[in-house]
């Protein structure tokens, strides 16, 4: 009897730390440049509508696009859906050009700012679209760190999606699109998608705390140059592996530009550089963290990519600081090893 009781408390005791356990917080994935949000407690399923901040309406969809599925948002205005969207009010005709552009934001590793959707209020007559990462871990470019195995099909599904997808759900201006990178977002934007298509676009990039240098070749490279806007924004407490990455890729855009022969003046004005913030780390652009400061950049796009951007940004300044002499950007701690 004493036995049968002995081995009946082991068992109930074993099964209340089991339960402590469980309600302890997981371990965070460190192997990547984004959030630590894991995709499995992140919201799953595409599909739906709901509305924006600004009051404009959500489109979430998912299409197979190369082989891949690709999970995207688009915010605009009901009118401009069209009727196949499925969104009430929608009046638009597919493939046709309509007035306002598109600001499509790739997120970082882990997919936060898809989920958040920072660029979904329609600003600077440029309505918002995000993309989730086509992957288990929902890392652009695949891989690890600075290592994006997948980059060249992913930039490519991206460009596919804009130039074959987008139209048949909203009127859009294509001679109007603009793009934000935030961390994993920025090392596919920089090292596979700017290089290989930004010349087709001639409007202009905002990477987020990540950059790569181009890690295929660079088509068109007069056109790219000088008629693509790309603006690096980072932090002084940026992560370790980013540090060193940040400057090599805008030395490698800036030498693309005098290449092509044009003067520091011109430079100055088509690639711009910031790392003022400092306390917030990785992506903490208002000084206290990832998800706040990303919200801040969104908020300020236009005053940085805006035809008459004035480069402030709220609690920073002014950002536009052209490249030109600026390189070799400082950051003023050690960084950390992982993803936040």
Known sequence: ????????????????????????????????????????????????????????????????????????????????????????GASATANTTGTAGLNVLLHGDGGQSFFDFPNQAVQNNLMGVVVLAPNKNLFWGGGSGLQRTDGVAHAAAVNSL????????????????FFTGVSGGSLLLSGFFVPAFGAQYKTGVVLNCGALVPQVNVTDANTLATSMKIHFQSTKDELALLQPA???????????????????????????????????????????????????????FANIMGQNASGEVSGIGNVLTTVFGNENVVFTSAGQAQKI
């Not at 407690?41 to 009051?55: E, K, L, M, W, Y």
């Open 246 to 300: 940040i400057p090599k890729a805008i030395a490698a855009y800036e030498k693309i530009a005098t290449t092509v022969g044009m003067s520091a003046a011109q430079i100055g004005t088509m690639q711009t550089v910031d790392n003022t913030p400092n306390g917030g780390g990785h992506c903490g652009f208002d000084g206290t963290g990832f998800v706040k400061g990303v919200q801040l950049m969104s908020t300020n």
């Open 162 to 177: 804009i130039q074959n997808q987008l139209s048949q759900d909203v009127a859009f201006d294509p001679g109007n699109v």
């Open 1 to 88: 009897m004493q036995e049968s009781w002995s081995r009946f408390l082991s068992f109930a005791l074993l099964f209340v730390f089991a339960l402590q356990a469980e309600a302890l917080p997981k371990k965070k994935a460190t192997s990547g440049t984004g959030t630590n949000v894991a995709a499995a407690a992140a919201p799953s399923a595409s599909g739906g509508i709901t509305t924006a901040t600004d009051g404009s309406t959500i489109l979430d969809k998912t299409v197979q696009i190369n082989g891949l599925s690709i999970r995207y948002k688009i915010s605009a205005p009901a009118d401009q859906f069209t009727a196949a969207s499925g969104v009430t």
